[in-house]
C-alpha cells in the first residue's frame, strides 16, 4: 500500500486506518436505509467507506459529493451489526463529518436548524424549556394550525412531527433521590435527557418508579445535562466532548453502582464517552446501561396487573445497533401479564428519525418512515414500543399520518402501568 500524503491530517489517519477493515464483502448493503432507498453503491456502506478512504489516501479532494454522503447517511449502524469485519462506521462517519465541518462545506436550511438546536438551544436548560413553553401555549391556541397555510413548504411538512407539548406537571424534573421500595438492591443514577426532560417527563416519571419499585435508589443529579449525542453526530466533537465532561463530573459526585439511561440515543453516545475523553470517559462510559438491559439483568420484580394486548416491540438503532441491546426489553415485555410480543418484518430498520434528520433530510427520512410503517400497518398491533424519544416521535408521526389506531410508548411505560394501574397507590415517595 502507499503511505498516505504526508499533509494528511489525525482524523483522516484514523478514518483511513477503520476502514482498511473493509473487506468489500457488501453484506451490510441490504440492511442500509439510503441503499435500500437508492440502490446505488455511494449511497451504502461500501460506497461510502470507499469514499472516505479515497479522500485519506489524496485520491479525491473532500468535496461536496464526500460531504453529501456523510450526511445522507443516517448513522444509524446497522452496517456495523451486519459487517463480519467488524468495521466500526459510526466512528469513522463521526471523523468524517468533524473534517467536513472543519472544510466549511455545508451551508443552507440543515446547517442553519442543525447549528441553533446544537449550540443555542439544547445546551441551556432555560432556553430550551422556554421555547417548549411557547410552543405548548402556541398549541393550546391551536395557532400552529392557523399559520400553517403561510409557513414555507418545508416547514409545513415538519408540523406533523412535532409532538404535542405535556402539561407543566408532566415536565417536571424527577426529584433528585428516590428511595428504592422493598429489598434495597443498589443505588443508581438517572439520565433524565434535555428533550426527553421537556417532551416525555411522563417517561422519566415512569423510569424512575419503576427502578424505585424494583429496589433501587435513583439519583437525579441537578448538574447533569444534554448528552451531547446529537453533536458527536453532526460532527462536533469537541462540543461532544465539553458535554460529556460535565456528565461525567456530575454523575461522579453520585457515587452511584450504574448510569441508567431510557433513551437509547443519549445511551449510545454515552458509552462512547471513552473515545472522546480517554481514561475518566472511559471509567463514566463503563457505568452506563440501558434501563431495558439494566433492569433484565437484575432480574425484574414480577409484573402482576395484566395488559391485555398485542405489542410490537421496535428496535431503536442506537439500542440495537449502538448498544447490542436486543433481547433485555423483549424479555421485560414478556413477563408482563397478558401482554403479547407481536412480531412484525422490519424491527432492526431504522425509522429514519436518527436524531435532527428528519428536519434536516426530510424526503429520505420519510421514505425510510414509510417502509417501517408498512411493516408495523401489517402487523396492526394495539401497541408499538420503542426506546428513544426520536423514534417515539418518528413512529408516533408514522401512525397518526395511517391512521393507526395503535399507541406509541416507550417498553418502560407499559412495566409502569402494570405495577400501578390506575387507582393502585404508589409507596411513599412514589411521586
Ligand atoms: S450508518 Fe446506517 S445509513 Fe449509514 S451507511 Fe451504515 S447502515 Fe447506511
Ligand atoms: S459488511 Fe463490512 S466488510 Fe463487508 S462491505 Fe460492509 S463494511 Fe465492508
Same mark, same amino acid.
Given at each position: ?168 406537571? @408532566? ?124 433492569? @433484565? ?16 416491540? @421496535?428496535?431503536?438503532?442506537? %439500542? ?12 421485560? %415485555?414478556?413477563? $408482563?401479564?397478558? %401482554? ?54 418518528? $413512529? ?36
Amino acid at each position: 500500500m502507499e503511505p498516505l500524503p504526508p499533509e494528511t491530517g489525525e482524523r483522516w489517519r484514523e478514518i483511513h486506518a477503520l476502514s482498511l477493515d473493509c473487506v468489500h464483502c457488501g453484506l451490510c448493503l441490504p440492511t442500509c436505509p439510503t441503499y435500500r432507498e437508492t440502490g446505488s453503491e455511494i449511497s451504502s456502506p461500501r460506497g461510502r467507506i470507499y469514499l472516505l478512504r479515497s479522500v485519506a489516501e489524496g485520491r479525491i479532494p473532500l468535496s461536496e459529493v464526500v460531504s453529501d454522503e456523510a450526511y445522507l447517511c443516517l448513522g444509524c449502524r446497522a452496517c456495523e451489526t451486519a459487517c463480519p469485519s467488524g468495521v466500526r462506521f459510526g466512528s469513522m462517519l463521526e471523523h468524517a463529518r468533524a473534517e467536513v465541518e472543519t472544510a466549511n462545506l455545508r451551508a443552507g436550511t440543515a446547517k442553519r436548524i442543525e447549528r441553533f438546536a446544537l449550540r443555542s438551544l439544547l445546551p441551556h436548560r432555560r432556553r430550551l424549556r422556554f421555547v417548549v413553553s411557547v410552543l405548548a401555549v402556541v398549541q393550546r391556541l391551536r395557532l400552529d394550525r392557523m399559520l400553517l397555510p403561510l409557513l414555507p413548504r418545508r416547514l409545513r411538512e415538519l408540523h406533523p412531527l412535532l409532538p404535542k407539548v405535556p402539561p407543566r406537571r @408532566d415536565r417536571r424534573r424527577p426529584r433528585k433521590l428516590v428511595r428504592g421500595w422493598g429489598d434495597r438492591r443498589g443505588r443508581v443514577g438517572f439520565l433524565v435527557g434535555c428533550i426527553a426532560s421537556e417532551l416525555f417527563g411522563h417517561v422519566n416519571a415512569a423510569t424512575v418508579r419503576v427502578l424505585a419499585c424494583n429496589g433501587f435508589d435513583v439519583v437525579v443529579p441537578r448538574s447533569q445535562g444534554c448528552c451531547g449525542a446529537l453533536h458527536a453526530h453532526a460532527g462536533d466533537l469537541r462540543g461532544a466532548s465539553e458535554l460529556a465532561r460535565r456528565n461525567i463530573a456530575a454523575f461522579a459526585e453520585a457515587e452511584v453502582d450504574a448510569i441508567v439511561v431510557n433513551s437509547a440515543g443519549c445511551g449510545a453516545a454515552m458509552r462512547d464517552a471513552g473515545r472522546w475523553l480517554p481514561g475518566e470517559g472511559e471509567a463514566f462510559a463503563a457505568k452506563v446501561r440501558d434501563v431495558a438491559e439494566f433492569l @433484565d439483568a437484575a432480574g425484574l420484580r414480577p409484573p402482576d396487573t395484566p395488559i391485555d394486548a398485542r405489542v410490537c416491540y @421496535d428496535d431503536p438503532c442506537h %439500542l440495537v445497533h449502538g448498544q447490542r441491546v436486543a433481547e433485555a426489553p423483549r424479555n421485560l %415485555l414478556r413477563q $408482563i401479564p397478558g %401482554l403479547k410480543l407481536q412480531p412484525h418484518d422490519d424491527p432492526e430498520g431504522c425509522c429514519g428519525a436518527a436524531g435532527i434528520y428528519n428536519l434536516t433530510h426530510p424526503e429520505m427520512s420519510r421514505a425510510v418512515l414509510e417502509r417501517k410503517m408498512r411493516s408495523l400497518a401489517a402487523a396492526d398491533p394495539d401497541i408499538i414500543a420503542t426506546g428513544n424519544p426520536g423514534c417515539l416521535m418518528q $413512529i408516533g408521526a408514522g401512525v397518526a399520518r395511517l391512521g393507526l389506531r395503535a399507541r406509541v410508548v416507550h417498553p418502560i411505560e407499559l412495566l409502569d402501568e402494570s405495577y400501578f394501574p390506575p387507582g393502585r397507590p404508589l409507596p411513599a415517595g412514589g411521586r
